[in-house]
């Protein structure tokens, strides 16, 4: 996920004595936080590929290996819970490694209090989400926390995956000329909490896009298809994770604006409440750089997945102005896409 | 550690419409909750195993995968801190596995306002004991939470190991003439968290055992020691682990309350406060069933260890009363070592 340790440009944190809920916000204090707190202090080879989790080869396997946590409020919504999050989040970013999601971990933080009930449908709803992506939970933990010091439920969850493909994929191996392909609308996820959350009710009500990515990942790879680079787009949305492989791949992401996805009612929440539907987080959509020459096939090959029947060419990569995504706007004006420095959602996976 | 999805016996959770505190402490009730709703729901072979951590084969690699959340309070005490913890109780499960332990992730949960000093002392201190280990920590994640909805940090960590020894280790291997080992003194970690919150002062300060343990493990496994189950004595400490494995391995545990090693300043602690030594939560001990006629020399590859120098034999397997935990007292009468229904010591871990 966007979410993870893939940060770039340290910068002190002097500024900021103390943690604030803007550094879990997927912008760029965010970023600073994880270069500068845990990049620093764990550095090795794996954190420094920057990429949404570790590869790893052992005994002739080659393993993928990621985990987040998820503390979602509230821990319901339309399309989902905490539990379908909390399966599909790391089984997405097992496919962004370019690997099949076999096992998974479950830790569970319960706040004092909470109904049996409650951690009873997370628990099923993670079981058959688990089934529905072809995974297991394996092992897990509970720790239950005093009421007042946790807010309901927090799940991390970590993954195991096996890649089958030998190739690098990651920001680094993103190439000039490249092309850039977005699974689907975006801005869903983000906008079905936000409507809950605000007790905003719509014509047509937003629900969340979280779904497991792995076949599609799968089917791009199986079919030979030059994969540079993949990323879900999770907290900080499509504009953040262009903008971590621009900084990590040290290349120029050029996108159109009128190209990009976005459903009536997302857009028509987000002008309501001010927020730019490309920053908005999702769990079931990713951009896929690939290869120029493989960019039609790439995309007839995602079309041909349901949850990738919507995807599209976005953009290129350019050489020009390394480190930035720039995007031509609906207008016709080119502009900078930069991070936001803050969240507009905090809590939202 | 004691505290994974490792119950067994379901019993309903009707008359708990709410989880309690006692629900995360080790005891009972934390078994009734893990069995009614994680093993129920997740149900595959992995978790049937009731093991510390699920092993996994593939490619020809045999891996080790394991989970547990840290939410100790305070953050800092004598001994060690969250982020030993974090990465030695980790290091330990996969040890517990027979398993030489290589990859963590680490998902922070971090509540708004948390001093940043904080934070960077404790990713410092886990780079230490990630170092001391033999571990890498190669994926992670943060999240932010808002002040109020949690304890200043809780961490949690998953971790790859690799298995070279092919021998099964587990309850179900248990035999009756089994010796049962006891790698050091208990309840020092629990009594080390105590003295802290309580502002207890000792003559002598207790300070934590937290260690890691995959040494002294793979010595006995490289020795052929005949190892047939390993358990450290996390969350309800030596009695919840021995009866853990007499339930799951359907055999009778018998130790003696003499042999088993508790220093003075623990016992005079546990005195005061009413504790059972037997019961306080530790994270540097294991227990080691191991074929009678092996337990000398295991006792002996234990005691080269510095971290196992006070290793003892406790006790021994009989089959007269499966799932039964049984201690002949100093005083030379038999009793029953029963689980707590709900904890001692919550969130010490």
Redesign the interface.
């Known amino acids: 996920?966007s979410?993870?340790?893939t940060a770039s440009c340290p910068v002190p944190?002097t500024n900021?004595?103390?943690?604030?809920?803007?550094?879990?916000?997927g912008g760029r204090l965010?970023q600073q936080?994880?270069e500068n707190?845990?990049v620093?202090?764990?550095d090795?080879p794996?954190?420094a590929a920057r990429h949404d989790?570790?590869t790893?080869e052992?005994?002739?396997?080659?393993?993928a290996?990621?985990?987040?946590?998820?503390?979602v409020r509230p821990l319901f919504f339309p399309g989902g819970d905490i539990g379908t999050l909390a399966v599909n989040g790391t089984v997405n970013d097992l496919a962004m490694c370019g690997a099949q999601p076999?096992?998974l971990?479950?830790?569970?933080?319960?706040?004092?209090?909470?109904?049996?009930?409650t951690?009873?449908r997370v628990?099923?709803s993670?079981?058959r989400t688990?089934d529905a992506a072809g995974v297991?939970?394996?092992?897990?933990?509970?720790?239950?926390?005093?009421k007042?010091?946790?807010?309901g439920l927090?799940i991390?969850t970590?993954g195991?995956g096996?890649r089958a493909h030998t190739g690098n994929i990651g920001p680094g191996v993103v190439r000039p000329s490249d092309a850039v392909l977005l699974s689907g609308d975006v801005g869903r996820h983000g906008m079905a909490i936000m409507s809950v959350r605000e007790g905003l009710e719509f014509e047509s009500p937003i629900t969340s896009d979280c779904a497991p990515l792995a076949a599609p990942v799968l089917a791009l790879l199986d079919a030979g298809i030059a994969v540079h680079c993949l990323r879900d787009l999770t907290r900080g949305g499509l504009c953040a994770a262009l903008n971590e492989i621009a900084a990590a791949g040290r290349v120029q992401v050029h996108i159109e604006e009128a190209a990009v996805p976005v459903s009536e009612p997302v857009r028509g929440a987000c002008e309501i409440l001010g927020l730019d539907p490309l920053s908005v987080a999702n769990e079931g959509r990713f951009v896929a750089f690939v290869a120029a020459g493989d960019a039609d096939r790439a995309l007839e090959i995602l079309r041909s997945q349901p949850v990738c029947a919507d995807a599209v060419r976005i953009g290129t990569v350019l050489a020009n102005s390394p480190g930035l995504v720039t995007m031509r706007s609906r207008i016709g004006v080119n502009r900078v896409l930069d991070l936001l420095s803050g969240e507009q959602l905090?809590?939202i996976c």
């Open positions: 996920m979410a993870e340790f944190l900021y004595p103390h943690v604030l809920l803007a550094h879990g916000g965010m936080l994880i707190v845990f620093t202090a764990f090795n794996q954190l989790g570790a790893l052992t005994a002739g396997a080659q393993l290996f990621t985990t987040d946590s998820y503390v076999r096992w971990s479950a830790g569970f933080i319960i706040e004092e209090g909470l109904p049996m009930e951690l009873q628990a099923q993670m079981r688990a297991q939970i394996v092992t897990g933990d509970t720790k239950v926390v005093d007042g010091k946790g807010d927090f991390n970590a195991i096996m905090p809590r």
